[in-house]
C-alpha cells in the first residue's frame, strides 16, 4: 500500500536557521508530488509541485524541494526561515499510473520560528 | 488510520443521480473542510465549517450542497453533476483555535461521473 511518511512531527527553529523537512514515501511507479502548507486559522495551500522535469522544483516564500527517487524522497528545504513560515507542513503523493484521484498525505510536520 | 473517516472510498454516478458523501470525525475537532482535487492540479478549498456553520463557500457550483448536522460528521451532497466534478474528494478536520489548527484528513472518496 502506498503510504507517505514525515518523520518530523514538530520543529523549533530561531529566525535565520535553515530548514529541511523530510518526506518519504511508498511506491515504486512514478508519482507527482507535493508540499501544502497550513497557516494557523488558514486552510491548505500549495507550496511546491513536482510531476516531471528537473528533480530540483522551487515554490513560493523561497521554499525548494528536492526529489531523490533512489531514495523514494521529497525533502523541503529553506535557507533562511521567517518568523511568518511558523505553520504545519504536509508531503503528498499521488501516484501517476492510477490518475489524479488517488492522493496520500504525511501526517504533517509543525514548524514553529522563534523570533 | 487518522481519525478521519469518509465513505464511500469509491463511487461511480451518472450525470443524473444524486448522491451524497460522508466524512466522520470523532477527534473532538470544531472545524471541518471538503477539498477538491483533479488532475494535475493542487487541491482546492470547497467548504468550512466552524462550529457547524458555513464560514467558507469557494465559489462552488449549486450541484454541490453540503450538510453538517453535528460537529462530527459532514456531508457533501451530489446532484446533477458533470465528467469534469469527476475527482478526488478529501474531508478533513481540525480544531480551530488551538496553536496550528492541524489538519487530519480521510482518505477519501474517488468519484466518477459518467
Known amino acids: 500500500a502506498q503510504s507517505v511518511s514525515q518523520h518530523n512531527h514538530h520543529v523549533i527553529l530561531s529566525e535565520a536557521a535553515s530548514l529541511e523537512l523530510g518526506c518519504n514515501y511508498s511506491?515504486?511507479?512514478?508519482?507527482?508530488l507535493f508540499w501544502y502548507v497550513q497557516y494557523p486559522g488558514q486552510h491548505l495551500q500549495l507550496l511546491l509541485k513536482?510531476?516531471?522535469?528537473?528533480?530540483l522544483v522551487k515554490g513560493i516564500k523561497g521554499f525548494e524541494a528536492e526529489f531523490i527517487k533512489s531514495k523514494f524522497s521529497f525533502n523541503l528545504r529553506k535557507p533562511s526561515v521567517q518568523w511568518s513560515d511558523t505553520a504545519e507542513y504536509f508531503c503528498a503523493v499521488n501516484a501517476q499510473q492510477t490518475g489524479a484521484n488517488n492522493l496520500f498525505f504525511g501526517t504533517g510536520t509543525r514548524l514553529t520560528v522563534i523570533p | 488510520e487518522t481519525g478521519v473517516t469518509q465513505t464511500p472510498r469509491h463511487l461511480v454516478m451518472g450525470m443524473t443521480n444524486k448522491k451524497s458523501l460522508k466524512c466522520e470525525q470523532h477527534?473532538?475537532?470544531?472545524?471541518m473542510y471538503w477539498y477538491k482535487q483533479s488532475a494535475k492540479k493542487p487541491l482546492e478549498l470547497m467548504f468550512v465549517?466552524?462550529?457547524?456553520?458555513?464560514?467558507e463557500n469557494n465559489s462552488v457550483p449549486s450541484r454541490f450542497s453540503p450538510e453538517c448536522p453535528n460537529s462530527s460528521h459532514l456531508f457533501l451532497h451530489l446532484h446533477t453533476l458533470q465528467p469534469e466534478d469527476s475527482a478526488l474528494y478529501l474531508c478533513?478536520?481540525?480544531?480551530?483555535?488551538?496553536?496550528?489548527?492541524?489538519?487530519?484528513f480521510g482518505q477519501g472518496t474517488r468519484l466518477t461521473v459518467v
Open positions: 511506491y515504486g511507479g512514478t508519482v507527482n
Open positions: 477527534l473532538g475537532h470544531n472545524a
Open positions: 478533513a478536520s481540525s480544531q480551530e483555535g488551538t496553536d496550528g489548527n492541524k489538519a487530519f
Open positions: 465549517y466552524n462550529f457547524k456553520e458555513q464560514t
Open positions: 513536482y510531476f516531471s522535469g528537473d528533480p
